[in-house]
């Protein structure tokens, strides 16, 4: 079966200190893994995604995620954490078998806090 | 914003009646989905809608129900509520053949089932 788990409910971070959401999966055959950010009354909005290539993806607002197949793991990072980017953050893989749709299995969420 | 919009953003009902959840999308996104998501988990995908049909369905049981207009609107119906329906419901739209990561996310409907 395919599965996402983040292992962390909450990270904090201090303002300007690279952060990391930890985020591991499980799947079969090759995983399509995505990054979500909500903000308290607002949509799902997409971050960055992996279907193939660079290890290291880039995406919206200094956002970037490591692919690691041995370690079956697609950590998002961000170098310098801004304030703004306090938000409740989802790891998601595509649902094998679902084409190219909007079936997605999310993990249980992290809670990002930057402190100023 | 998205251009997706839920109504109600709030609903309260009691064990055992019927809810009905709206979403309007995009103009043009003929494809919805709709996800489930109770306090501290992630989202849970209950089916999908293309051109008014039924695509794809995650683990809920028929009294789970939904509706998909040529308008772009589209309605989540639950009968029978339990407590346990009680969560934040959300809506994405898209065109259907664009990759998952262009559709969009409403606010969603935050039901409580007492």
Known sequence: ?116 | ETGVTQSPTHLIKTRGQQVTLRCSSQSGHNTVSWYQQALGQGPQFIFQYYREEENGRGNFPPRFSGLQFPNYSSELNVNALELDDSALYLCASSLEGQPVETQYFGPGTRLLVL
Do not use: M
């Not at chain 1, 979500?36 to 290291?56: A, E, H, S």
């Open chain 1, 1 to 116: 079966a395919q599965s996402v788990a983040q292992p962390e409910d909450q990270v904090k971070v201090a303002e300007g200190n690279p952060l990391t959401v930890k985020c591991t999966y499980s799947v079969s055959g090759n995983p399509y893994l995505f990054w979500y950010v909500q903000y308290p009354n607002r949509g799902l909005q997409f971050l960055l995604k992996y279907i193939t290539g660079d290890n290291l993806v880039k995406g919206s607002y200094g956002f970037e995620a490591e692919f690691n197949k041995s370690q079956t793991s697609f950590h998002l990072k961000k170098p310098s954490a801004l304030v703004s980017d306090s938000a409740l953050y989802f790891c998601a893989v595509r649902w094998a078998g679902s084409g190219n749709t909007g079936k997605l299995i999310f993990g249980q969420g992290t809670t990002l806090q930057v402190k100023p």
